[in-house]
């Protein structure tokens, strides 16, 4: 309203303001020196060619043109988005396959561009994920609708492929029923068996033999069923590997009360303690 009252028109050219007309009214002068800071603070605005509307003239709002005497296009990325979207679903089977063979071309260099700029890409998903949760889910929804029989498919041969691997996302599943925490990952899983030499750390029986009879149990050193306000839940410093018998022996009893019953008071500070430098090594993998 004070711009437009003494005759202005913020625009992206707001810093060229003559001065010398200014100064041809006293009363004009006084009211844009005192305008002045917030004129060369304020962000410059570029009107887009298209919507014909006004955006902060920046890479975020408008794609970089070298050619352009501000650097950016003349259209705002909305307005660019748009024909773009139309000739994909018009072409989409010849801009997949155009983007197929490039990346095929180029597959050292997309991989050095995505080394480079690992967390941009990542913060950029991180925003678009939460700007389009539902329609994520959704399509996601329909997805899992339309390719039940695949999807099972491909669940099953990569579980026999990657039994460890497997184990760790049957734990993460059983603590996200209960809203427990769930970052155990397939990694952290190969870590502890490797800690322990693939021997249970209760036992020390063997984990694994010739002719994969044995298998290791992926156990909640807490139960994922105890009902405390503490549970730790699914996470590194909370899972162990154990053999059958212990992880059958120990179920959902409290570890204390559990080597207790099985091995007696002498040696439960024993494995205590062998189990407690594991968790405090498990705790600094992860804060590297």
């Not at 001065?19 to 570029?46: C, F, G, H, N």
């Not at 700029?117 to 929804?141: F, P, S």
Request: aromatic letters at 10%; a neutral charge.
């Amino acid at each position: 309203m004070i711009a437009s009252a003494i005759g202005l028109c913020y625009t992206e050219s707001i810093r060229e303001i003559s001065y010398e007309a200014m100064m041809m009214d006293t009363q004009r002068w006084e009211i844009v020196s005192w305008l002045e800071p917030w004129l060369y603070t304020r962000e410059a605005l570029k009107r887009c060619s298209r919507c014909k509307q006004e955006w902060p003239a920046t890479a975020e709002y408008f794609h970089r043109k070298k050619t352009s005497t501000d650097g950016l296009d003349s259209g705002c990325k909305k307005c660019a988005a748009e024909p773009a979207r139309e000739y994909y679903e018009a072409n989409r089977e010849k801009v997949v396959e155009s983007n197929r063979e490039y990346r095929e071309a180029n597959r050292e260099q997309i991989a050095e561009h995505k080394r480079a700029n690992r967390e941009h890409i990542a913060e950029r998903k991180r925003e678009y994920r939460e700007a389009n949760r539902e329609q994520i889910a959704e399509y996601d929804r329909q997805y899992r609708e339309a390719n039940r029989e695949q999807i099972a498919e491909t669940d099953r041969q990569y579980r026999e492929a990657n039994p460890e691997r497997g184990r760790a996302a049957s734990a993460r599943r059983r603590a996200r029923q209960r809203g427990l925490p769930d970052t155990f990952t397939g990694e952290q899983w190969i870590q502890c068996l490797e800690y322990f030499n693939y021997c249970c750390p209760v036992c020390d029986n063997q984990l694994r033999d010739l002719f994969g009879n044995v298998k290791p149990h992926a156990d909640h050193w807490i139960a994922i069923s105890y009902e405390g306000d503490d549970n730790p839940g699914t996470v590194a410093t909370n899972m162990i590997c154990l053999c059958n018998d212990c992880n059958q022996s120990k179920w959902a009893t409290m570890p204390d009360e559990w080597l207790k019953q099985k091995f007696g008071t002498r040696k439960v500070k024993q494995i205590s303690a062998r189990i407690a430098v594991y968790f405090e090594w498990t705790t600094a993998q992860c804060r590297e």
